[in-house]
Structures are given as C-alpha cells and as structure tokens.
C-alpha cells in the first residue's frame, strides 16, 4: 500500500520558518496529486495547500496564502510544504496524503484510516 510519511515539523517563535516533508513510504515513479492538511485544537481538519501531477498547478488556503510554498522534488515521491512567516494559528498536525487537487482539498472525503502519523507544527513564543 502507498503511504505518506510526514516530517519537519517542530516548535517555532511567530514569524519563523519551517519546511515540511512528505516522501512515499515506499520507492515509486508515479506522480500524484498531494494534498496538505492541518488538524489544529479545536478546529475541524482543514485543506492547506495541494499540488496537481497532472499540471503542476497548486492551491492554497486563503489563510496561507503568500506564506506557504508547496513544491515537488525532483523524485516522484517527494513533496514539500515551505512554512513562512508562521503565526500562531497556524499550530496543528500536519498530514499529507493523496488527494485530488483542488477537488481533494476537503478533510470529510477521507476516513480515519487515511490520515498517518502527521508531524506536529507548534508555534508560540
């Protein structure tokens, strides 16, 4: 089965940088679309931002718009989400999986069974 491994994330102060990974658990030379979501207190898991195999087009949140970067490696199985200018609400876990995008961007589509490890993003002073 393909899975996702999500790292990278950590504790910040506001403002700070972080740049999340998300690599095939697995060797693999298709390419996917990729979604990141977050799971932060309180809230309903959200879509943060998604990148198309198909067309290398890409989607963000509003919320993380001109913040946040998501990139694909040159391997097919790499996926990257560069974290700038972080605030506070953006402290939650972070998971990656494979979703449609922008159609994907949407947490009820998925069952429990979808969401792995995430990596937890904190940030705070």
């Known amino acids: 089965q393909l899975r996702f491994v999500e790292s990278g994330g950590g504790l910040v102060q506001p403002g700070g940088s972080l740049r999340l990974s998300c690599e095939a658990s697995f060797y693999t030379s298709d390419y996917y679309d990729i979604g990141w979501f977050r799971h932060a207190p309180g809230k309903e898991r959200e879509g943060v931002s998604c990148?198309?195999?198909?067309?290398?087009?890409?989607w963000y949140a509003d919320s993380v718009k001109g913040r946040f970067s998501i990139s694909r490696a040159s391997a097919a199985d790499k996926v990257y989400l560069q974290m700038n200018n972080l605030k506070t609400e953006d402290t939650g876990v972070y998971y990656c999986?494979?979703?449609?995008?922008?159609?994907?961007?949407?947490?009820?589509?998925?069952?429990?069974?979808?969401w792995g490890q995430g990596t937890q993003v904190t940030v705070s002073s």
């Open positions: 999986l494979r979703s449609g995008c922008p159609e994907g961007m949407t947490a009820s589509l998925f069952d429990s069974s979808d």
């Open positions: 990148i198309s195999a198909s067309t290398g087009s890409t």
